[in-house]
Nanobody, 119 residues
Framework: QVQLVEAGGGLVQAGGSLSVSCAGS????????MGWYRQAPGKQRELVAT???????NYADSVKGRFTISRDNAKNTVFLQMNSLKPEDTAVYYC?????????????WGQGTQVAVSS
């Protein structure tokens, strides 16, 4: 089993910045991909950004140029720096880790942390 614990988030005015982090523990397999997804009220969960063990990143078009994902492999921790926040970034942000062992894909989620951006 893998446990993911998020920290950070909160309330900020539009144009401001916030950061969130997520620390993984347990039976973590490498290589793996860690990332952030978000879910706004009444909407489906959507990709924000992902990063592989090797450092390859992927961003949703809506956050490109504003959000930066990074990770510390030694600590199994992923970070998301969010700048120039907009009200539409308001959502619960979920940490994700996934990896593949022979014959099976593993996918884990954190509990989520609220990010609220006021206009």
């Amino acid at each position: 089993q893998v446990q993911l614990v998020e920290a950070g988030g909160g309330l900020v005015q539009a144009g401001g910045s916030l950061s969130v982090s997520c620390a993984g523990s347990g039976s973590i397999f490498r290589p793996n991909t860690m990332g952030w997804y978000r879910q706004a009220p009444g909407k489906q969960r959507e990709l924000v950004a992902t990063i592989t063990t090797g450092g390859s990143t992927n961003y949703a078009d809506s956050v490109k140029g504003r959000f930066t994902i990074s990770r510390d492999n030694a600590k199994n921790t992923v970070f998301l720096q969010m700048n120039s926040l907009k009200p539409e970034d308001t959502a619960v942000y979920y940490c994700n880790m996934r990896f593949v062992k022979p014959g099976r894909q593993y996918n884990y989620w954190g509990q989520g942390t609220q990010v609220a951006v006021s206009s």
